[in-house]
C-alpha cells in the first residue's frame, strides 16, 4: 500500500536507482503521473515532461476502453472488444479523431505547443501512478517509439499483471513495483487517492 503518489514516487526513484537505470527524460502522463514522476525525475537527474494519451470509449459507456490514442493520432486498438461489442469503424474513427484532438489540447495546455519535446536519441522512462488496462500506456509508448527514443522504459507503482505482461512488448523494459493477482483498480493500492488538477500537474512541471 502506497501513502499517496508522492510516496510511490520516492519508491519507485529508489527502485529505478537501485537498478542503475540512467535516463535524459521521464515523461509523465497527466495528471495523475505527474506527482509520481516527479520525484523520479529528480532521482535520475533527468528533465520532466509529458506525454498524452485519452482512452477511447465505447459506445453508451466511455469508461470502457476500446483503444487510446496519442497526441499526434497514434493509436491502440482492442479489436477482440470492438468486435464484441459490434462497434462500427465510423464510430472508432469518430471517437479516435475526438480523443485525439483532445489530447493535443491537453498537452498544449500543458507545453504550450502540441508537440512532444525532441526524443530522437534519448533515454526515456516513461511514468504513470498505475496501470489497469494499460490502454493509454500503450498509446503514449507507440508514440514515442516513433519519435525515434534510444531507449524506452515504462515505470509504474502498481498494475494488473495481464496490462504489465501485455506492455512488455511495447517498451525495452517495464518496472512496476507490486502486480498483485487481486488488482480491481488502481486506486484500490493508495491510501490517499484523490484528484490532481491541472495547476497542481503543471506546477510539478515548473517546480
Known sequence: MFEDRA????????????????????????RGALPVAKPVANALEADLDIVVARKMGAPGNPELALGAVASDGTVW??????????????YV???????????????????????????????????????????????CLRQIREADAASLVLAVPVG?????????????????LRTPENFRAVGQFYRTFGQVSDADAIDYLES
Not at 489540447?105 to 496501470?131: F, I, M, N, Q, W
Not at 494488473?160 to 512496476?176: C, G, K, Y
Open 7 to 30: 510516496d510511490a514516487g520516492d519508491r519507485l526513484a529508489a527502485e529505478l536507482e537501485r537498478r542503475g537505470l540512467e535516463a535524459d527524460v521521464v515523461l509523465g502522463i497527466p
Open 77 to 90: 486498438r482492442n479489436d477482440a472488444l470492438i468486435d464484441q461489442l459490434d462497434v462500427s469503424e465510423a
Open 160 to 176: 494488473s499483471p495481464s496490462a504489465v505482461d501485455s506492455l512488455r512488448s511495447e517498451a525495452d523494459d517495464v518496472v512496476a
Open 93 to 139: 474513427e469518430d471517437v479516435r479523431t475526438m480523443e485525439a484532438d483532445n489530447a493535443r489540447e491537453k498537452l498544449a495546455r500543458y507545453r504550450e505547443t502540441d508537440e512532444l519535446p525532441d526524443l530522437a536519441g534519448a533515454r526515456v522512462v516513461v511514468v504513470d501512478d498505475g496501470v489497469a488496462t494499460g490502454a493509454t500506456a500503450t498509446a
